[in-house]
């Protein structure tokens, strides 16, 4: 058996998380496989060892004879060029796509999970993406009510394990070029109930549209700005083990870190409507974004006050 789906890998220099998703991909077998890979960093004497290792830890652990396309980078672009660059890449040859991370391990169940929702939402120009990681069904969750479906319609575009078609792809703003207009006017408003969550993407924009190296925060602001939807699962199908001191973004730990998965029921069971689910993405917002981060709070609280004076 295989899996139809066409999968993009993304990795870099960590040979052992990159051993563990392909064993996780090789119980699913996916016959067409993108790797993308970022080169070593300039001055970094580890780097060119552990970018070989990784690659070889891919070729070895590729095992059931899939089709697999290569996009090495021979110097090291970052994460933000990196991955916008070898997703352009993938998305001119397929019209959609599983994406992985190295350190994102699925749950076998989130394979089906992605190939039906990515048929049934084909033509739906309203949905987005297809997410894996449902923080509020697992560890650090705040006991939210899902009720029998088995996901729901979020403004959020979590990236730890993701679906998404060519189609939304090419809506992406990589530089997040529209902020600048939208900055000073109540588009943010909009989109966010909270006046913390209002000032603290603020501030998220504010750093990717000065540069900031990461390419999810330009996606979520692209998926916002066209009034776009993402589907979270009910169950926690993906679990970000890359939490630690060689992460680039994730090295502080947090309750979300290797969150347990569990497998989606089958069949599915599908909402009655595709619309947004507010008091889900309300909940998200507090327990994974804003309230997750008391300090930065503290931070958002003292410029609300300010801006009151």
Same mark, same amino acid.
């Given at each position: 058996?295989?899996?139809?789906?066409?999968?993009?890998?993304?990795?870099?220099?960590?040979?052992?998380?990159?051993?563990?998703?392909?064993?996780?991909? !090789?119980?699913?077998?996916?016959?067409q496989?993108?790797?993308?890979? %970022? +080169?070593?960093?300039?001055?970094?004497?580890?780097?060119?060892?552990?970018?070989? $290792? &990784?690659?070889?830890?891919?070729?070895a652990?590729?095992?059931?004879?899939?089709? @697999?396309?290569?996009?090495v *980078? *021979?110097?090291?672009?970052?994460?933000?060029?990196?991955?916008?660059?070898?997703?352009?890449?993938?998305?001119?040859?397929?019209?959609? *796509?599983?994406?992985?991370? $190295? %350190?994102?391990?699925? %749950?076998n169940?989130?394979?089906?999970?992605?190939?039906?929702?990515?048929?049934?939402?084909?033509?739906?120009?309203?949905?987005?993406?297809?997410?894996?990681?449902?923080?509020?069904?697992?560890? +650090?969750?705040?006991?939210?009510?899902?009720?029998?479906?088995s996901y729901v319609?979020?403004?959020? &575009?979590?990236?730890?394990?993701? *679906?998404?078609?060519?189609?939304?792809?090419?809506?992406?703003?990589p530089?997040v070029?529209?902020?600048? !207009?939208?900055?000073?006017?109540?588009?943010?408003? +909009?989109?966010?109930?909270?006046?913390?969550?209002?000032?603290?993407?603020?501030?998220?924009? %504010?750093?990717?549209?000065?540069?900031?190296? @990461?390419?999810?925060?330009?996606? &979520?602001?692209?998926c916002?700005?066209?009034?776009?939807l993402?589907?979270?699962?009910?169950?926690?199908?993906?679990?970000?083990?890359?939490?630690?001191?060689?992460?680039?973004?994730?090295?502080?730990?947090?309750?979300?870190?290797?969150?347990?998965?569990?497998?989606?029921?089958d069949?599915?069971?599908?909402?009655?409507?595709?619309?947004r689910?507010?008091?889900?993405?309300?909940?998200?917002?507090? !327990?994974?974004?804003? +309230?997750?981060?008391?300090?930065?709070? !503290?931070?958002?609280?003292q410029?609300?006050?300010?801006?009151?004076?």
């Amino acid at each position: 058996m295989s899996f139809k789906v066409p999968v993009i890998v993304c990795v870099f220099n960590r040979p052992a998380l990159t051993k563990r998703l392909f064993a996780a991909l !090789a119980e699913v077998c996916p016959n067409q496989l993108f790797v993308v890979a %970022d +080169g070593p960093r300039p001055g970094n004497d580890q780097d060119p060892a552990l970018c070989r $290792d &990784t690659i070889g830890a891919v070729e070895a652990g590729t095992t059931w004879g899939c089709r @697999t396309a290569w996009n090495v *980078a *021979a110097v090291n672009l970052g994460c933000k060029r990196r991955i916008q660059t070898g997703l352009n890449w993938a998305f001119e040859q397929v019209e959609r *796509a599983i994406v992985m991370e $190295d %350190d994102c391990i699925p %749950d076998n169940s989130f394979f089906p999970y992605c190939a039906e929702l990515l048929e049934r939402y084909a033509e739906d120009r309203r949905v987005y993406s297809i997410v894996g990681t449902s923080p509020l069904a697992g560890r +650090g969750g705040r006991g939210f009510d899902f009720g029998t479906r088995s996901y729901v319609f979020s403004r959020y &575009t979590l990236s730890w394990g993701w *679906a998404t078609w060519q189609r939304a792809w090419a809506m992406n703003d990589p530089d997040v070029e529209a902020w600048a !207009a939208l900055r000073d006017t109540d588009w943010l408003a +909009g989109v966010l109930r909270d006046p913390l969550a209002i000032l603290r993407w603020r501030a998220v924009f %504010d750093n990717a549209h000065a540069g900031f190296d @990461t390419w999810d925060y330009a996606w &979520t602001f692209s998926c916002w700005k066209n009034n776009a939807l993402a589907i979270h699962p009910t169950a926690n199908v993906v679990s970000n083990i890359g939490f630690g001191p060689d992460a680039t973004h994730t090295w502080a730990r947090t309750p979300f870190a290797e969150l347990p998965t569990r497998p989606l029921t089958d069949p599915l069971r599908h909402p009655r409507d595709v619309e947004r689910n507010h008091a889900y993405d309300e909940a998200l917002e507090q !327990a994974f974004f804003s +309230g997750s981060r008391p300090e930065l709070l !503290a931070k958002v609280r003292q410029a609300i006050k300010a801006r009151a004076r």
